[in-house]
C-alpha cells in the first residue's frame, strides 16, 4: 500500500517562497514519474509539475520560472519550491504519480497567499 503524505503548506505573502515537501512510502519511487497537483477553492484538482525518474521537469505555464520540483530518490520525497508567490497559487497541494495519479491521495498540504 503506497502512502503519500503532503506537508510543508502555510500562509505566506505574496511575493514569498516556500517549499512543500511529500513523504512516499510503499512504492517503487525510483521507477515512477511523480507530480505535484493542486486544488483551489471551488476548482478541479490540476496538474501543477512532474519529474521523471532521471530528473527531467515539466510544469505548467502558470508555474513556470516561478515553482521548481524536484526529488530525492535515496529519501524517496518529492519537493516544490515556490517563488514568486502570488494570490491564485492559492490551493491545496497533493503528490501523485504521472501522467495517471494511480496511488491513492495523500491529505494534502494547504498553501495561502495572502497579505
Known amino acids: 500500500q503506497v502512502q503519500l503524505v503532503d506537508s510543508g503548506g502555510d500562509l505566506v505573502q505574496p511575493g514569498g517562497s516556500l517549499r512543500v515537501t511529500c513523504a512516499v512510502s510503499?512504492?517503487?519511487?525510483?521507477?515512477?514519474?511523480w507530480a505535484w497537483y493542486r486544488q483551489a477553492p471551488g476548482d478541479q484538482r490540476k496538474w501543477v509539475a512532474s519529474?521523471?525518474?532521471?530528473?527531467?521537469?515539466n510544469y505548467a505555464d502558470s508555474v513556470k520560472g516561478r515553482f521548481t520540483i524536484s526529488r530525492d530518490n535515496a529519501k524517496e520525497t518529492l519537493y516544490l519550491q515556490m517563488n514568486s508567490l502570488k494570490h491564485e497559487d492559492t490551493a491545496v497541494y497533493y503528490c501523485?504519480?504521472?501522467?495517471?495519479?494511480?496511488?491513492?491521495w495523500g491529505q494534502g498540504t494547504q498553501v495561502t497567499v495572502s497579505s
Open positions: 501523485n504519480s504521472f501522467p495517471s495519479p494511480i496511488h491513492s
Open positions: 519529474i521523471n525518474p532521471i530528473g527531467t521537469a
Open positions: 510503499g512504492s517503487n519511487f525510483n521507477f515512477y514519474t
